[in-house]
């Protein structure tokens, strides 16, 4: 059996498994008695990774079968700073998958998407996972704490997506607020608002959103970057998920 190598992102770790990323999603996710259940998000990484720190060969060694022929599911590498410590170009493929484990896979897209002039909000998912707003679109939001803060916090690389706010990002003081299921959702107002009446391009409005991720609310896509270069991951448009997902688009808006 091969073994491929993941990045878990929540939480962060660098894993080798015999399981294929379905295989894998829905173990991560659904788990066993030792987890609790809940989404999984993560990278399959290329089998020819070998970065420094990481016992990557070792992993390999002690990812065999059980005596009763079944794969072995997962042996942990790290779970500490590892999104900062994998090259991009070594990074294939992202994977979500739902609560009760179906998985959907994305390739990386060459083209960011269009910047608007509306407002943005971001939910951060590693190193860090506040949810943010800001007046920044992707690519800016992702310099500002990457490349080039103006705060004094930086990160050495960043994973984070992008979600819905529809009306709510050109008229956040009275747009309707429509399907979108946010809680707190006049806190999240009152953060919008601010980003036009103060001298701040961003602001948090959440520091450990305590829910998973709806993946019915991604606006356009997943970002993974680091002070080198910045991947994008784009999630399929509701037609294309209905027609040729279905299963996973039911179990993601259920």
């Known amino acids: 059996m091969a073994v491929h190598l993941y990045l878990s992102l929540i939480p962060e770790a660098l894993i080798a498994s015999m399981l294929t990323p379905e295989e894998f999603g829905a173990y991560y996710a659904v788990g066993s008695e030792k987890k609790s259940r809940g989404q999984a998000i993560f990278f399959e990484i290329d089998p020819q990774f070998r970065g420094q720190g990481f016992q990557v060969d070792e992993a390999i060694k002690r990812c065999i079968p059980h005596e009763d022929g079944s794969p072995k599911r997962s042996i942990y590498i790290s779970v500490y700073r590892v999104l900062e410590n994998i090259p991009l170009d070594a990074i294939k493929k992202l994977y979500l998958t739902t609560q009760d484990g179906r998985t959907l896979g994305i390739e990386p897209s060459q083209d960011l998407p269009f910047a608007d002039t509306g407002l943005h909000l971001y939910r951060e998912i590693s190193p860090v996972a506040p949810l943010v707003v800001s007046a920044h679109g992707p690519q800016a ?63 948090m409005v959440d520091r450990l959103p305590s ?44």
């Open 141 to 203: 939001f992702y310099e500002l704490i990457v490349k080039n803060p103006t705060s004094l916090i930086k990160l050495p690389a960043v994973c984070f997506l992008e979600l819905r706010l529809d009306d709510l990002a050109h008229d956040p003081e009275y747009a309707e607020v429509g399907d979108l299921p946010y809680a707190n959702m006049e806190h999240l107002r009152s953060c919008l608002v601010s980003l036009r009446s103060k001298a701040v391009s961003s602001k």
């Open 211 to 254: 829910s998973g991720i709806p993946f019915r609310t991604i606006k356009n896509g997943f970002f993974v970057g680091n002070t080198k270069k910045l991947l994008y991951f784009p999630f399929p448009d509701e037609k294309t998920l209905v027609d040729k997902y279905y299963r996973w688009w039911r179990s993601a808006t259920m």
